[in-house]
Nanobody, 124 residues
Framework: QVQLVESGGGSVQAGGSLRLSCAAS????????MGWFRQAPGQQREGVAA????????YYGASVKGRFTISQENARNTVYLQMNSLKPEDTAMYYC?????????????????WGQGTQVTVSS
């Protein structure tokens, strides 16, 4: 069973940057996807970014496209989320997830393994 551990969250002012990391205990699914999701209090968990098939495909939610970048370092079984130009509305708990197969990489239900999350707080 794959285990995922997120790190890199914290507090930053609007316009700042953070890089989240997701370390997997073993190699994840070669043809699957790794995704980042976020959930703010009282909100649904939404797909932020995903990377599939070892980096062949990347996907972004509309609200983060152009500001966030997802990448993967296979040798370290690690996925990163570089977040630039952060806004207060990016404040949320961020979760890493793994999917063996994902027809819709930003859909929460496609993912079967989840990390515990890391908090990101952006102040204005």
């Amino acid at each position: 069973q794959v285990q995922l551990v997120e790190s890199g969250g914290g507090s930053v002012q609007a316009g700042g940057s953070l890089r989240l990391s997701c370390a997997a205990s073993v190699s994840t699914y070669n043809n699957g996807c790794m995704g980042w999701f976020r959930q703010a209090p009282g909100q649904q968990r939404e797909g932020v970014a995903a990377i599939c098939s070892g980096g062949v495909g990347t996907y972004y939610g509309a609200s983060v496209k152009g500001r966030f970048t997802i990448s993967q370092e296979n040798a370290r079984n690690t996925v990163y989320l570089q977040m630039n130009s952060l806004k207060p509305e990016d404040t949320a708990m961020y979760y890493c997830a793994a999917a063996r197969y994902a027809n819709n990489p930003l859909l929460r239900s496609q993912y079967t393994v989840w990390g515990q999350g890391t908090q990101v707080t952006v102040s204005s």
